[in-house]
């Protein structure tokens, strides 16, 4: 159990234009999903946690308006980056933690493949 | 199928020495990650091992043999706050990450 996925697994995309990358809990319902950006040292930033059918919490500095997040059920959550740029090419990579403690899950973040994003 | 395999906790004392292993299959392999996360926190970047042997960094230095898929992250001098999950993670060949499930460790007095 606890898979998630995320699809696109990687996009290309022109410098204007809107990506979404969809983050899915394949084997349980999620209280809450998180989504991260991996910077090239490695180095993991959240950007913002989101509950299921209330508004995202944004970290400082993190454009709520650039990065919109949808977290429309238990089980999917998306991240549109609106208007990409160069600078917003990355990987991202989000988690979900579970909602039912039970079967094996525990309560802990599990983390999705990454997406990586880039803008040309 | 792909697999990481990890202890899902470890118990140690203060001022000792403990290693966490992580074991894996997968198709491909980019890299191999260690993070450590507090909880209720975001993970923080510990090591990264491409190549085979041993990275060393300060208290904690993390081994890689690719030949057996197999990495372990060592921790010296163990501090109250080191309590926390540790969470190993290899890229594969299509470059997305493969997360074991965290390996809690607690540490007592």
Same mark, same amino acid.
């Given at each position: 159990g606890a898979v998630v996925s995320q699809h696109p697994s990687r996009v290309i995309c022109k410098s204007g234009t809107s990506v979404k990358i969809e983050c899915r809990s394949l084997d349980f319902q999620a209280t809450t999903m998180f989504w991260y950006r991996q910077f090239p040292k490695k180095s993991l930033m959240l950007m913002a946690t989101s509950n299921e059918g209330s508004k995202a919490t944004y970290e400082q500095g993190v454009e709520k308006d650039k990065f919109l997040i949808n977290h429309a059920s238990l089980t999917l959550s998306t991240l549109t980056v609106t208007s990409a740029h160069p600078e917003d090419s990355s990987f991202y990579i989000c988690s979900a933690r579970a /909602?039912?403690?039970?079967?094996? /899950?525990?309560?802990t973040q599990y983390f999705g493949p990454g997406t990586r994003l880039t803008v040309l | 199928g792909q697999n990481i395999d990890q202890p899902t906790e470890m118990t140690a004392t203060e001022g000792a020495i403990v290693q966490i292993n992580c074991t894996y299959q997968t198709s491909g392999f980019n890299g191999l990650f260690w993070y450590q996360q507090h909880a209720g926190e975001a993970p923080t970047f510990l090591s990264y091992n491409v190549l085979d042997g041993l990275e060393e960094k300060g208290r904690f230095s993390s081994f890689l043999s690719r030949s057996k898929g197999y990495s372990y992250l060592l921790l010296k001098?163990?501090?109250?706050?080191?309590?926390a999950s540790y969470l190993c993670a290899v890229m594969d060949s299509n470059y997305q990450l493969i997360w074991g499930a965290g390996t809690k460790l607690i540490i007592k007095p």
């Open positions: /909602l039912i403690v039970a079967g094996g /899950l525990t309560d | 001098e163990l501090q109250m706050k080191d309590s």
